[in-house]
């Protein structure tokens, strides 16, 4: 499957969640012998029967192809003790007061601390995103543990970069892999492990092209300390871009200017560039609102202000409020009136829920008195199992959503969501509004179905 392969190596991969099996999936696929451990016995049942745990494109592929080096285990001792690069993939969630719960991470350190490594020596690579000093944190836990003497086990700051709905291509064509550790011998191992990476020397699985034109993938090298923070930095930086395009929106919506083509007339500025200028209700999933409020909290521990990330997380509740003044201004009183939310999932081609911004605007909606129906291609049993006292009534097709309904809100740009069969929709609603939550709907041809449009900083053309 690939060739010049420089070196082989026996991987455990510790949490099976979005990172953790993509990476499992992906290093497999590259050629390692890859075990991926998980508490959760049901994932692991599902995992070891072929069954998906997660909706990601092409991951299940990538799965099936690397099925010979790839294995799933809840217990995973002797597998650690046998490795020579141990990935950890756990949960890092929030605390209440912005900070980083590690629990999972210090479970999964303790549990390493305990084996006497078989390998002469072994990295402890980190890939949980964790607050800047853990790698040092973790070195320390790790060295309580009974080892012999000649073994050498170092801990690698190894930040993930893979965005949910596109993961697996994003491991296999990164922009950059980052490796924080000041061990020569330990970066020697990382460079190995993300040698066909780094090369792009492997054969394209199926599903899964490598972009056109794709340079091959920067490696950074840092300390521990550093690797960390640039994932922070990073996502602190994302969260900014789309902040600032939705203050800018903000203003295109008094001034009757259009925020799409703002986005693109600064876009084509390479110093600016043209992603993440998509205005609306902004962002929401696992990573961003966790990991800015995770930076704000290391800035506080130093009496530090970061007015622009904080700045960046009030624009981002803000435009999750703007949904409800919007469909305020357009139907008045929200008591008794029925909204259907297209979109659950926090994006596009995944099915995780975790702080979609679809969840938060339900909830609204509800405490003012409204009716909620929503529909979601994947999102709809997750929602119901794990958010069971949502009064959500849930709709199988965007038809069967609209029915009865006073407005609608696009909350997640799903593909089918961009082609919505809108005479048809308008003939079953009770009044014609639609809010176009992510600006991708072409305005005209919304009104020209009858409805009112409304978008965030789009609305002059309706
Ligand atoms: N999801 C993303 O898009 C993304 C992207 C980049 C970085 N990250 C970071 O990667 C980390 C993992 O994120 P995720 O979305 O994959 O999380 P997740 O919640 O989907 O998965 C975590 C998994 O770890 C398992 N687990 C917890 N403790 C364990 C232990 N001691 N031993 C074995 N398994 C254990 C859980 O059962 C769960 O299946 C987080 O720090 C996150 O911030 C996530």
Request: hydrophobic share 40%; glycine share 10%.
């Amino acid at each position: 499957m690939t060739g010049g392969m420089p070196r082989c190596y026996q991987i455990c991969v510790i949490g099976c969640g979005y990172v953790g099996l993509v990476t499992g999936g992906c290093l497999a696929y590259l050629g390692h012998r890859v075990v991926c451990v998980d508490l959760d016995r049901d994932r692991i049942t599902a995992l070891q029967n072929g069954v998906p745990v997660i909706h990601e494109p092409g991951l299940a592929e990538i799965q099936r192809l690397a099925e010979k080096r790839l294995l799933y285990t809840t217990g995973g001792t002797e597998d650690m003790a046998q490795a020579d690069i141990i990935i950890v993939a756990v949960g890092t969630p929030s605390l209440p007061d912005g900070g980083v719960d590690l629990t999972q991470v210090e479970d999964a350190l303790r549990k390493i601390a305990g084996i006497h490594q078989q390998r002469e020596r072994q990295v402890v690579a980190i890939k949980s995103t964790v607050p800047a000093g853990t790698g040092e944190w973790a070195s320390a836990l790790l060295q309580s543990g009974r080892q012999p003497t000649a073994a050498r086990r170092t801990v690698v700051s190894n930040p993930e970069f893979l965005r949910e709905g596109s993961a697996v291509g994003d491991m296999l064509y990164p922009d950059r892999i980052v490796v924080g550790t000041v061990d020569s011998w330990a970066l020697e191992m990382m460079e190995n492990l993300y040698q066909p990476i780094l090369t792009q020397n492997f054969s394209v699985p199926p599903g899964i092209p490598r972009p056109h034109d794709f340079p091959l993938p920067a490696m950074v090298r840092c300390k521990p300390v550093t690797a960390e923070l640039i994932k922070y930095a990073a996502n602190a930086f994302l969260s900014v871009k789309v902040s600032f395009i939705n203050e800018i929106a903000g203003l295109c919506d008094k001034l009757g200017a259009d925020v799409r083509q703002v986005a693109v007339g600064i876009g084509l500025d390479r110093r600016i560039g043209p992603l993440f200028l998509q205005a609306g209700i902004g962002w929401g999933g696992n990573c961003f609102g966790k990991d800015t409020a995770a930076l704000l909290a290391t800035a506080r521990e130093y009496g530090l202000e970061m007015p622009i990330t904080k700045g960046a997380v009030e624009v981002n509740r803000r435009q999750r409020r703007m949904v409800i003044e919007k469909l305020q201004q357009e139907l008045k009183t929200l008591r008794g009136k029925t909204v259907g939310l297209l979109g659950l999932t926090f994006k596009p081609n995944t099915d995780d829920l975790r702080d979609a911004p679809a969840l938060a605007i339900a909830g609204q909606l509800v405490r003012l008195g409204a009716f909620v129906k929503a529909c979601d291609p994947v999102g709809v049993p997750g929602c119901r199992q794990q958010y069971p006292d949502l009064a959500i009534t849930y709709a199988d097709n965007v038809l069967d959503l609209a029915k009865g309904c006073d407005a609608l809100v696009l909350v997640t740009e799903w593909e089918e969501f961009r082609h919505l069969p809108l005479p048809a929709l308008a003939e079953v609603m009770r009044q014609r509004v639609l809010v176009d939550g992510r600006n991708v709907l072409d305005p005209l041809e919304v009104a020209a179905a009858g409805f009112r449009y409304v978008g965030f900083g789009s609305n002059q053309q309706s």
